[in-house]
T-cell receptor
Framework: DADVTQTPRNRITKTGKRIMLECSQT?????MYWYRQDPGLGLRLIYY???????NKGEISDGYSVSRQAQAKFSLSLESAIPNQTALYFC????????????FGDGTRLSIL | GESVGLHLPTLSVQEGDNSIINCAYS??????FIWYKQESGKGPQFIID?????DKRQGQRVTVLLNKTVKHLSLQIAATQPGDSAVYFC????????????FGIGTKLQVIP
């Protein structure tokens, strides 16, 4: 089983809809992250969480919100989806030291029509 | 198909040859660097890392070189195999309250059988 699991893997929806992307991990890591990936751009950070009570905005948080339901679960919501939020979304985790690689899920491909 | 590979620099290498993928990083204060491999339909996968107090680090068939003077990082893959075909990107960690990670856009490696 994957260490970092994202659901759904693919989603097509319409402008204005609310969408939730979910992420769960079995690595026991405290830190979790949400990124989006667009063609020709590096991964960009949307939100990050260092523990259940700690949520921080990343560089592109507008239009997104998150919830850290447990150490193992971190969900990303688009309250009212718009077409320029069409992208690949990745969840990642890292351990609490902060010095180390991040471990990624296999992504959610989201299309907003 | 995976759209992340569009608009990326591409390196084509004959199977069995060595590959060298380059990355220029932006922050001279960055103290930790990571190479990731992203296969089509998958999330980024950690390959190798290096701290700023080192110039070279070797793994299994991979070597990372760090030149802090010119802020340059390279990934060398020995005896490239078809399974090495993927997008490779570097990431730099900048020190601070949150270990800010900046990801490069990547290079697409195509292995010619």
């Amino acid at each position: 089983d994957a260490d970092v699991t994202q659901t759904p893997r693919n989603r097509i929806t319409k402008t204005g809809k609310r969408i939730m992307l979910e992420c769960s991990q079995t690595k026991g890591h405290d830190r979790m992250y949400w990124y989006r990936q667009d063609p020709g751009l590096g991964l960009r950070l949307i939100y990050y969480s260092f523990d259940v009570k700690d949520i921080n905005k990343g560089e592109i948080s507008d239009g997104y919100s998150v919830s850290r339901q447990a150490q193992a679960k971190f969900s990303l919501s688009l309250e009212s989806a718009i077409p320029n939020q069409t992208a690949l979304y990745f969840c990642a985790t890292s351990d609490g030291t902060g010095i180390g690689p991040q471990h990624f899920g296999d992504g959610t491909r989201l299309s907003i029509l | 198909g995976e759209s992340v590979g569009l608009h990326l620099p591409t390196l084509s290498v004959q199977e069995g040859d060595n590959s060298i993928i380059n990355c220029a990083y932006s922050n001279s204060a960055s103290d930790y660097f990571i190479w990731y491999k992203q296969e089509s339909g998958k999330g980024p996968q950690f390959i190798i890392d290096i701290r700023s107090n080192m110039d070279k680090r070797q793994g299994q068939r991979v070597t990372v070189l760090l030149n802090k003077t010119v802020k340059h990082l390279s990934l060398q893959i020995a005896a490239t195999q078809p399974g090495d075909s993927a997008v490779y990107f570097c990431a730099e960690n900048s020190p601070g309250g949150y270990q800010k990670v900046t990801f490069g856009i990547g290079t697409k490696l195509q292995v010619i059988p």
